[in-house]
Nanobody, 116 residues
Framework: QVQLVESGGGLVQAGGSLRLSCAAS????????MAWYRQAPGKQRELVAV???????NSADSVKGRFTISRDNAKNTVYLQMNSLKPEDTAVYYC??????????WGQGTQVTVSS
């Protein structure tokens, strides 16, 4: 099956860093835009950061200056470098990708927990 597989989540203390990875496994199509979303308990899923195939990026105000999204097109992989983590960053982080045919894909999610 074509799927997105996240990795890199875990437990970290406030002020620490984590790097999330998301790889398109078994892809039979070209990936266009890729993004990271997150969902905390009791909250709606929100966009964290997005990156186009050409490398243009945008991110939520809450993570600007702390999170950086990047990608390796040859590997169909997107990364999220998270620095200066805060307890409010605790959530399940989901990888998202849009193909050239505008089909949207979602990963299973990876848990990020930031302790105070």
């Amino acid at each position: 099956q074509v799927q997105l597989v996240e990795s890199g989540g875990g437990l970290v203390q406030a002020g620490g860093s984590l790097r999330l990875s998301c790889a398109a496994s078994g892809s039979i199509f070209s990936i266009n835009t890729m993004a990271w979303y997150r969902q905390a308990p009791g909250k709606q899923r929100e966009l964290v950061a997005v990156i186009t195939r050409s490398g243009n990026t945008n991110s939520a105000d809450s993570v600007k200056g702390r999170f950086t999204i990047s990608r390796d097109n040859a590997k169909n992989t997107v990364y999220l470098q998270m620095n200066s983590l805060k307890p409010e960053d605790t959530a399940v982080y989901y990888c998202n990708a849009q193909t050239m045919a505008r089909v949207t894909l979602w990963g299973q999610g990876t848990q990020v927990t930031v302790s105070s």
